[in-house]
């Protein structure tokens, strides 16, 4: 039977015009004109706005109100999409999540690669997933060629510092998500300062409140949707080895980190971030304590099945 496989030149070739087509296809940086001249517009940040605590938003709320808008968020009908549909472009999809799941927290990564380099990039497919055992997830996209550094070093040693991004951290952390080429530090690149890990070998970023030292449990290569020429995707589940919260940001036993001094950056849609200036709270009910206070709730838990 003749051999049909590709010499491995040719498939080298092959492989690199790939790669040329992905790139020109890959459009996830958004152009933004003249940055500067935009942002001359703009009123400076305030440094010293408190975050303020208000009434939540319909504090008068009874079980079984919904949103009590009079039906105004329920007037629109929904649009269905097919993520997967073949006239629907992927940077529609990067577009609508990242606007549609929002605020999401950053996840300030630091790695190093079995050779020692090290590595800095900001990722906000980042999520806490428990406390016990404290879990976390980063999600790497695919891009045209090579797999992000941050996700070579973390197969390669298993290991990293997740970090969290204040305010005052904005900008050097958005510079480290530069495309720097391999072996490049993002240390270097953003002026942030490293600070002594204990149980792995990439550093702690020194200026953020809240680092966690953390080991891969598992890792998830969607390689049944990967494209020509585009690297391939990886959820990566990390379990937490330490923490580090900075002193004087926490309660005395270092069980609640003080919001004011946390400061949180949330990403969103498009190259906009976002800052907290308002909260508000609702406690937690006990479904026993409640009921004898609501006839809703009385009427329910008669319906309730009598399991043993
Ligand atoms: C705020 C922010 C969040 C980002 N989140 C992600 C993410 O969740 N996943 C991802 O693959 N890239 C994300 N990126 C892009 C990476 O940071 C960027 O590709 C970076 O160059 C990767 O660096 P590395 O190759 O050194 O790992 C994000 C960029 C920014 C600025």
Redesign the pocket.
Known sequence: MQSIRMSSSAAAVAEKDDVAVAQNNYKIIQEVGNFEETQAQRPDFDHSEPIEVTKSPFPQWKYGDGVPDNGASLAQQHHEIDPYAADRPMINNYRLLVSGIAPRP?GFVSTVSSEGQK?L??????QVLDHDPPMFI????S?PGRV????RNIKETGECVINTVSENMIEA??AT????PYGVS?WDVSGLHEAPSTTVKPSRVAESVFSIEGKVVDIKEFSDHQQPGMSIAANVLIKATRFWVKEGTANADYSHIDLEKLRPIG?LGGVSYGRISSTFERPRKKWDQEVPSSELLTKLDATKPNVK
């Open positions: 950053i590595n990039s900001p990722f906000s497919y980042f980063v999600g790497f996209s891009r992000k550094d941050t996700y952390v958005n998500s530069i495309d720097a993002e990403q």
